[in-house]
């Protein structure tokens, strides 16, 4: 006897509860239609995850128990299993799971294990619930999780499992940072020989936000072996059989063979894409615009942005001044080409030179200094603002995280955007994925020019970026160490990556760039801690390290 068990991999939308109620019952009847006799969706699916203050509206609580409802008469013939947003009568909130079964509600669960880290909030809004929950499905016994519950070790897995549950199934919305896979497959791994358990984990898939969820829903026996692997940033209903009496081996996979595993740069690529492409949908833009500098930043942002939404969707302007090189305005002539966008040339000298007989009464004929640098970015700035307020694009700013770390970026200028989609990739890791994005494209989308060049805002004559900043390799590292690892300085500076640099210097930079990136474009995390959701530091603040 073996049991189907549908693992509905699906993209949703936070606060789309009529579409999200149609995407669930959809993949519920297509899992029917193929046999299954369980079918799992993600946390919250109802809701979208994460729903943050949508949460403390009554009227957003009422319609998410009203969409479950309409669901509930949908499950004749099939057990499913929905993540949502319940509420007792005292009015507490529960991240919970209803377990559907031939058209009624049987059974709900509240996730025990309330994440209040890094991008997680949930202390916020639920309430944690007191019981693990087991079922019976198809003569197999069930224990019901959801996402933390089953990273804990004291979560209700061994409990469940202990009771007599030959399958543990999580419902999951785990966001991504690079290579996440990897500790996820550890812990399922660890929980499955624990419990001695088949393990079916069925995570969410999309762009929210900063947030991108790559699925990756998985299989693991009760020896800890990975069994079946769904692809990453693919929505799908991915179907397995399973032993109806818990033992080892013998799973078998109606969805083809499991996904390899992505190469780094191959996996971020498909991060940064998934995430730019649901921000623009998911938010009603149909196009968007890119200041192409000649630089590897603005044409990796083009280079995603046709990957993402296609070459129709995407528009290029170039905007030189008195410092903009041949080869620079050349090569963004030449991206954009090989990519096939509309591109506009738009010299801002003019505007430029009325901005300095106007502020000449101001500041006189001073000498020329970042006042005069900052004005430029912020003319194009500006200009890509005007463009979006009349054709209704959105602006891409084209920042990295070496940049945004360190402050070296333009306030109301190169900051200008409503999406920043490499906000949280640093410059190092720029450069792969441009190498890896030719590869993609087949052929050079990204000029090899433009890789060779040394970086430079061209914000005055003969500028590189190593003028201010570190060789990008040295200030990387210990931006890592500081930011995502919260090493001290003191550890820093005894890092071997950190030989040559004035780590005090850098470190008082990332500090005292705070009130900037308050004011910066939302972008896709990637790495395990980004600034803003992950980090939040005060902007008055005269605490200093190093």
């Known amino acids: 006897m073996r049991l189907r068990v549908a693992m509905a991999q699906i993209n ?14 959809g993949a519920m009847d297509q899992a029917r239609k193929r046999g299954a006799g369980l079918v799992l969706f993600p946390e919250l699916a109802v809701t979208g995850y994460p729903p943050e203050d949508l949460l403390l509206k009554p009227s957003f609580i009422r319609e998410t128990q009203a969409a479950l ?3 509930v008469p949908l499950s004749k013939g099939i057990c499913a299993v929905v993540g949502f947003a319940d509420q007792d009568r005292s009015g507490r909130l529960t991240n919970a799971a209803a377990v559907l079964r031939d058209g009624r509600l049987i059974h709900t669960y509240h996730k025990m294990m309330l994440p209040n880290y890094g991008v997680f909030d949930e202390k916020r809004y639920f309430t944690a619930g007191k019981k693990p929950l087991l079922f019976d ?18 979560g209700p897995c061994r409990t469940e499992a202990a009771s007599g549950a030959r399958l543990l199934v999580n419902l999951s919305a785990s966001p991504y940072h690079a290579g996440k896979w990897m500790l996820r497959e550890r812990i399922l791994t660890r929980r499955a020989r624990q419990c001695r358990s088949w393990i079916c984990y069925t995570n969410l898939v999309g762009g929210q936000d900063e947030l991108v969820f790559d699925g990756g829903s998985m299989v693991v ?10 692809p990453q940033f693919k929505e799908g209903l991915f179907i397995v059989e399973l032993p109806a009496d818990g033992s080892a081996g013998g799973c078998r996979s109606l969805s083809g063979p499991s996904a390899r595993p992505m190469k780094p740069e191959e996996e971020v690529f498909h991060a940064l894409v998934l995430g730019l492409r649901d921000y623009v949908s998911k938010n009603g833009f149909s196009r968007v615009v890119v200041g192409m500098s000649g630089g590897v930043d603005s044409a990796l942002t083009a280079v995603l942005a046709v990957a993402a ?6 528009t290029a302007v170039s905007m030189p001044s008195r410092y903009s090189s041949a080869g620079t305005q050349r090569d963004a002539r030449k991206a954009a080409k090989a990519l096939g966008i509309r591109f506009l040339e738009i010299p801002i000298e003019p505007v430029f030179q009325t901005f300095l007989s106007t502020l000449e009464r101001g500041i006189g ?26 054709f209704g694009w959105l602006v891409l700013s084209t ?25 949280d990739v640093p410059k190092t890791q720029v450069y792969r994925i441009s190498r890896y994005a030719n590869r993609v494209f087949g052929k050079k989308v990204i000029p090899d020019s433009v890789l060779r060049r040394p970086p430079s805002a061209e914000l005055k004559p003969n500028q590189t970026d190593q003028d201010v900043l570190p060789p990008y390799a040295k200030l990387d590292a210990v931006i890592r160490a500081y930011v995502e690892e919260r090493r001290p300085a003191s ?9 040559g640099v004035s780590v005090g210097r850098v470190l008082r930079m990332i500090d005292s760039s705070e009130y900037k990136r308050r004011q910066a474009a939302p972008g896709i995390k990637i790495t395990p801690l980004a600034f803003g959701r992950d980090r939040r530091m005060p902007i008055t603040n005269q605490y200093r390290e190093g």
Do not use: H
Not at 18 to 25: F, L, M, P, T, V
Not at 221 to 230: Q, S
Not at 491 to 499: D, F, P, Q, T
């Open 12 to 25: 949703v939308t936070v606060g789309a509860l009529a579409a999200n109620r149609e995407k669930i019952c």
């Open 69 to 71: 409802r309409r669901i």
């Open 137 to 154: 499905c198809g003569g197999v016994r069930v224990g019901l999780s959801i996402c933390e519950d089953i990273w804990r070790d004291d």
């Open 221 to 230: 026996d009760p020896r800890g072996r990975t069994v079946f692997k769904a």
């Open 309 to 314: 939404l296609g070459r129709g969707s995407v």
């Open 365 to 390: 004929r001073t000498k020329p200094d970042a006042t005069e640098e900052n004005l430029q970015a912020r003319i194009r700035g500006t200009l890509l603002m005007a463009l979006s307020n009349k």
């Open 399 to 423: 920042g990295n995280k070496s940049e945004i770390s360190t402050g070296y970026c333009t306030l109301y200028g190169d900051m200008v955007g409503g999406f920043a989609v490499i906000k």
């Open 491 to 499: 550890e820093i500076r005894r890092g071997r990556g950190s030989s």
